[in-house]
T-cell receptor, first 113, second 111 residues
């Protein structure tokens, strides 16, 4: 069966520090991968998605970037965190089949201080 | 993707059925209706999806209006663990872009 791993679960970082969040998927090949963010009390905002290694589509201009160095690995990064980067970051995947559902990880709660 | 309208919150009693409504009047003929739910401090979880016919699975049932402009997610016997935010999403099915989540319905279950 397919599983998605996301780490760390929680993270507290000072303003101006770098960020690296990692997500891996097991049990499937060539998944579509997604990063979402949910600010406190807000809805889910799609940040990036990827259809293959090295292919990244950005939905919203951000202080963030994403990379996909391997087929089932998706990384969210920042060179210098802002206070507004605080939130709940969620990685998700789905197959390339038509109308396939999204499967989310357990998320990383990031607090920028 | 078509826009959806859901009540901000609903309250129900434990062990009673829950009917969560969703309006999607601009849905096109090939759009699917997806439902997800998000428990506190967790990522969203896929619940069910359908196109035209009513659908059932182990988690819930999805009733789709004949004109497809509305749908209802039915939890047959709510438990305290069903307290969550429920999202109704209309999705064209094709393409790799992610789903657009609205504010959803916050379902409160009273013991």
């Amino acid at each position: 069966s397919q599983t998605i791993h996301q780490w760390p679960a929680t993270l507290v970082q000072p303003v101006g520090s770098p960020l690296s969040l990692e997500c891996t998927v097991e049990g499937t090949s060539n998944p579509n991968l997604y990063w979402y963010r949910q600010a406190a009390g807000r809805g889910l905002q799609l940040l990036f998605y990827s259809v293959g290694i090295g292919q990244i589509s950005s939905e919203v201009p951000q202080n963030l970037s994403a990379s996909r160095p391997q087929d089932r690995q998706f990384i969210l990064s920042s060179k210098k965190l802002l206070l507004s980067d605080s939130g709940f970051y969620l990685c998700a995947w789905r197959t390339t089949a038509y109308n396939s559902p999204l499967h989310f990880g357990n998320g990383t709660r990031l607090t920028v201080t | 993707d078509a826009k959806t309208t859901q009540p901000n919150s609903m309250e129900s009693n434990e062990e009673e059925p829950v009917h969560l409504p969703c309006n999607h009047s601009t849905i096109s003929g090939t759009d699917y209706i997806h439902w997800y739910r998000q428990l506190p401090s967790q990522g969203p979880e896929y619940v069910i999806h359908g196109l035209t016919s009513n659908v059932n699975n182990r988690m819930a049932s999805l009733a789709i209006a004949e004109d497809r402009k509305s749908s209802t997610l039915i939890l047959h016997r709510a438990t305290l663990r069903d307290a969550a935010v429920y999202y109704c999403i209309v999705y064209s099915g094709g393409g790799a872009d992610g789903l657009t989540f609205g504010k959803g319905t916050h379902l409160i279950i009273q013991p």
